[in-house]
């Protein structure tokens, strides 16, 4: 074999970075894989002006990519979850072997994916569907393979933080920097799947699938998007020595398994913490190694490309060797098929509360009474200075850790408290340590 040939199905933000990537490093890419790699056509609807395709065969149809007997390996960028699992499943069904960037189709049809894959002895990479350039999937599956895995947490939806960062820093609108962050090529096509935390919970699913050994259950993650967080709230955070992330956050415990994507208080000395605009953190704590972090572009053409690209060079490996090679993700067993999972309100997290109350004496006593009586105590607490011409003023607790349901039922109960006006807003803390 003189080379592995390569037919790439979209030639978007991260089709048109994957094609450059591959042109313009071709000397090191080949010299790392040991063989030449050669794309030898693309599927795109229409052309992109940021690559000189006139080398490669270009199709309309993408499935003439998928059933092009010479390419050995389908990249597929085109998003979505419809035509991207017919081109994914035609491909396999062809011999060929996949690499993709579509966290979406993964997390909702990776075990069925999988499953065929498998059968049909070829790979399905998927490097750059978590985290883009960082490495998370390789990290995982290879470098902490000898680790329990206890927990992991990470930025890992470049927009969102993008978003978070410019409206701390330099006070933007949401929608502002969210039209920025589409211009730039970072957002999904829907944005709602950035600001809602559905893309982030795309991405834990596959994390948690590769750490626990779990099948991947998308349905199984509590989502919270990023949407209704507050600048007050932003500033109140760093008063109290936090800062705001939108995490996702998998734990195994003896309790089960929770997968969670929410905004989240985290104390400002750790690292993550300090993440900042499109880049993205994923924290992972093995029972050997302790604690890890990981940190990179999250999004964007050239970084996204830098995994595909990766991913491409790990296939050409095994098509040179004519092997299998990297076990596909699948690799839970039969303890591990039908894992316990923890519904959100058993989860044990600690709490921020900011609630408008009277400003008079006893305020303060009766909303601790109703923590005390669920066994939650108050860590740190702001109350404001009245402002001239306002009966009322903000109170911000940081409470101990508490079962969610319980937390739950007290808010809703000073809520009730007529010292207390409209709702109680709560963010959960995590140390991280
Ligand atoms: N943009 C980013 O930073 C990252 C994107 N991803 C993922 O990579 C994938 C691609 O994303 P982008 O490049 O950002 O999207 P994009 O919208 O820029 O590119 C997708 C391209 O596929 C083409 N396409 C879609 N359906 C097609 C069809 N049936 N036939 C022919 N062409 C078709 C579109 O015309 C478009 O040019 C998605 O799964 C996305 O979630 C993953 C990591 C980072
Ligand atoms: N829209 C995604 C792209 C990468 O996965 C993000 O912003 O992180
Ligand atoms: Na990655």
């Known amino acids: 074999m003189k080379s592995v040939k390569v037919g790439i199905c979209g030639l978007g933000t991260v089709g048109s970075g994957t094609f450059n990537v591959l ?26 002006p940021s690559c000189n395709t006139a080398d490669v065969a270009v199709e309309r149809d993408i499935f003439a990519v998928a059933k092009n007997p010479e390419v050995d390996i389908l990249v597929e960028l085109i998003g979505g979850t419809d035509v991207a699992k017919s081109l994914v499943l035609e491909a396999i069904a062809q011999g060929k072997h996949v690499v993709t960037a579509n966290k979406a189709l993964i997390a909702e049809h990776g075990n069925e994916i999988f499953a065929k894959a498998e059968a049909a002895g070829v ?3 998927f490097e750059a569907a978590v985290a883009g350039g960082i490495p998370i999937i390789k990290a995982l599956r290879e470098g902490l393979a000898a680790n329990r895995i206890q927990w992991l947490a990470g930025i890992i939806n470049g927009t969102g933080n993008f ?29 709602t799947f950035d600001v809602e935390g559905i893309d982030a919970a795309h991405k834990l699913v596959i994390l948690a699938s590769l750490a626990f050994g779990i ?17 007050e709230d932003v500033g109140y955070a760093q008063e109290l020595g936090y800062r705001i992330k939108h995490l996702g956050i998998a734990r195994q415990s003896s309790a089960g398994i929770e997968l969670r994507v929410h905004p989240t208080m985290i104390p400002e000395k750790r690292l993550i913490a300090n993440v900042d605009g499109v880049m993205n953190a994923v924290l992972v704590k093995g029972d050997a190694v302790g604690p890890t972090l990981y940190y990179g572009a999250g999004a964007g053409a050239e970084p996204t490309a830098s995994a595909v690209v990766a991913d491409i060079i790990d296939v050409a490996r095994v098509v040179q060797q004519g092997g299998r090679g990297i076990a596909p993700l699948a690799f839970y067993n039969a303890a591990t098929q039908q894992p316990t999972m923890l519904p959100m309100d058993q989860v044990e997290t600690a709490y921020y509360l900011r609630m408008l109350a009277e ?4 305020v303060l006593a009766q909303v601790s009474t109703i923590l005390a009586e669920a066994n939650i105590s108050v860590e740190a607490l702001i109350q404001k200075e009245p402002q001239q011409d306002a009966p009322q003023v903000p109170l911000i607790l940081l409470t101990s850790r ?11 109960q000073i809520e009730a408290l007529p010292v207390i006006h409209g709702e109680v807003t709560h963010i959960r803390v995590e140390s991280l340590g």
């Open 359 to 362: 400003d008079r004496p006893g």
């Open 123 to 125: 790979q399905v990479m």
């Open 215 to 231: 099948p991947l259950q998308f349905d199984k993650v509590f989502t919270e998007g990023i949407s209704k967080v507050a600048p």
């Open 163 to 191: 978003i978070l960062t410019e409206m701390r820093d330099k006070g933007r609108a949401f929608d502002d920097v969210l039209k920025e962050a589409q211009a730039l090529g970072y957002a999904e096509a829907d944005p």
């Open 23 to 48: 042109g313009r490093n071709r000397r090191e890419i080949s010299a790392r894989a040991g063989i030449e790699i050669d794309v030898i056509q693309v599927g795109a609807r229409r052309d992109n």
């Open 402 to 412: 508490a079962i969610e349901h319980q937390l739950m039922s007290a808010i809703t």
